[in-house]
């Protein structure tokens, strides 16, 4: 039974450093603005850590050019409350150079130190919606 309960113990310590630490969720999908003929690619950016704010400063997409999202609707630095979600956009025409743009999706987070999140599809997007982060 003390086995049990310093397990116990243990582990609940090594979930809450998991929990406290800094971390991001890049999602990027391919869209279009309601009524509009020309695509888009969105960079869905969430803070998923439970009790830190985290501070996005850059996103880009790693092609050869780079390609960096720089929009006035949605100035960058950006500070993300724990669960608060960031979205931005750009035309795809602009990434037609590009191959598998949905993991070439980059974030650069100040935290501690800067660390680079990469991106992934975002496969649970709905055929019409919002865009988050006003």
């Known amino acids: 039974m003390a086995d049990e309960g310093i397990l116990l113990e243990v582990t609940d310590r090594l979930r809450a450093l998991q929990q406290a630490r800094w ?5 990027v999908h391919r869209g279009f603005f309601q009524g509009g003929p020309v695509p888009f690619y969105f960079v869905k950016v969430t803070n998923l850590s439970s009790a830190r704010d985290v501070v996005i400063t850059h996103v880009w997409f790693e092609a050869a050019p ?6 006035k609707e949605r100035p960058l630095p950006k500070r993300l409350r724990p669960d608060e979600t ?3 956009w750009i ?4 990434l037609a150079h590009a191959q598998d743009v949905e993991r070439l999706g980059r974030v650069l987070m100040t935290a501690r130190r800067n660390r680079v999140v990469k991106s992934r599809p975002n496969m649970e997007t709905p055929p019409a919606g919002f865009v988050p982060g006003a």
């Open 91 to 94: 035309p795809a025409a602009d």
């Open 66 to 71: 780079p390609v960096h999202l720089l929009l």
């Open 23 to 27: 971390r991001l969720r890049v999602l």
């Open 86 to 88: 960031w979205e931005a």
